[in-house]
C-alpha cells in the first residue's frame, strides 16, 4: 500500500471515530461546539468591557451593565474574597446562538458558567426579565468559585456549588420556591439527600419523600428548586452558626482540597450528620 494510500486510510479512520464519538457523547459534541462559539470573541460593551453581546442583544447589555458591580460586589462579599479575574458575561439575542455558546447545546436553561464566562439566556430580556439580576448573581457564585479553584480539581458535590449560589444570590435560580417553603418542605419530611451524583437531571434529584408539586406545578422545575433552596438554607445555617469553620471550608476548596476532606476538615463532621442538626434547629424555629 503507497504511504498517501496509508494517510488517506489513517484520516478516514480517524474521521470515523471523531463522527461516532461526538454521536456518543452529545455532551462532548456540546463542549467543542462552544470553544468555537466564546462569548469573548463577541463584542465588548464600550461601557463596560466585562461584557460581551450579540449585536441585538444591546438593550440587554445596557441593563446588565447597570447590575454588574453590585453583583460583583455581592458576590465578593458573601464568599469573601474577590474574584480571582475578571469575569466576564455573555448577553444574547439569539437562542441558537446562545444555546451554541453555553456548552450545553439546551437554551432552556436560563444562566449557565463556564471557563470564567456567565452567559445569559435572552429570555431574562424578555419574558423572564424579572430573573435577569438574581440568575447573573447565581451565575458569578459559579464563576468566583471556578475562578480560584481551576476547573481540574474534582467538582464538589452539585448541592454545595448551587446552594452556594443561590444563598449569594439571595435566591437566584431557584426564584419560585421561598426560604419559608423550603424550610416547611424540609420540616414535612421532603428533605433533599446530600449526595455527591449530579444533579443535572433534575427527576433524579434524591428527596427524603417525593415532594409534593400540585395540580399544574412544573415538577422538573419544582424539583429542582425545591432542591438548590434547601442545599442554600442549609449553607446559610452553616455560615450563621460556624462563620470561621464556613470560611475555612471555602479557602480550602478554592485552593482545589477534596470536597469531603475539605468539609470535615473545616467541621468535623460530615454533611449529613451536620444536616440532621440543621432539621432538627428548623423544627424548633417552627
Ligand atoms: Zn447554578
Redesign the pocket.
Known amino acids: 500500500m503507497s504511504i498517501v494510500k496509508s494517510i488517506a486510510l489513517l484520516a478516514l479512520a480517524l474521521a470515523a471515530a471523531l463522527v461516532l464519538t461526538f454521536a456518543m457523547r452529545p455532551d462532548l459534541r456540546a463542549a467543542l461546539v462552544a470553544e468555537f462559539n466564546d462569548p469573548a470573541d463577541l463584542p465588548t460593551l464600550a461601557a463596560d468591557p466585562r461584557i460581551h453581546y450579540e449585536a441585538a442583544a444591546l438593550p440587554c447589555a445596557e441593563a446588565v451593565v447597570a447590575i454588574l458591580p453590585a453583583a460583583i460586589a455581592k458576590i465578593e462579599s458573601e464568599h469573601g474574597r474577590p474574584f480571582a479575574k475578571p469575569p466576564i458575561v455573555g448577553v444574547y439575542d439569539s437562542f441558537v446562538i446562545y444555546a451554541r455558546a453555553n456548552g450545553l447545546g439546551d437554551s432552556d436553561v436560563a444562566g449557565v458558567?463556564r471557563a470564567g464566562r456567565a452567559l445569559l439566556s435572552p429570555v431574562l430580556c424578555q419574558s423572564e426579565r424579572y430573573r435577569l439580576p438574581g440568575v447573573l448573581t447565581?451565575?458569578l457564585s459559579?464563576v468566583h468559585f471556578f475562578g480560584w479553584r481551576g476547573h481540574r480539581a474534582p467538582r464538589p458535590p452539585q448541592w454545595f456549588?448551587?446552594g452556594l449560589?443561590v444563598m449569594a444570590s439571595d435566591g437566584g435560580?431557584a426564584e419560585s420556591v421561598s426560604d419559608a417553603e423550603a424550610a416547611e418542605a424540609i420540616r414535612s419530611g421532603y428533605g433533599v439527600i446530600l449526595d455527591s451524583t449530579p444533579w443535572s437531571d433534575f427527576m433524579a434529584i434524591p428527596f427524603a419523600a417525593e415532594p409534593p408539586c400540585g395540580e399544574g406545578c412544573d415538577l422538573r422545575s419544582f424539583r429542582q428548586r425545591l432542591a438548590y433552596r434547601q442545599a442554600a438554607l442549609f449553607i446559610a445555617w452553616l455560615r450563621r452558626t460556624d462563620p470561621e469553620s464556613f470560611s475555612r471550608l471555602m479557602r480550602a476548596l478554592e485552593g482545589g482540597a477534596p470536597f469531603e476532606r475539605a468539609f470535615r476538615d473545616a467541621f468535623q463532621r460530615a454533611p449529613p450528620e451536620l444536616w440532621r442538626a440543621f432539621s432538627v434547629s428548623l423544627q424548633a424555629s417552627r
Open positions: 458558567s447565581h451565575e459559579h456549588t448551587e449560589a435560580a
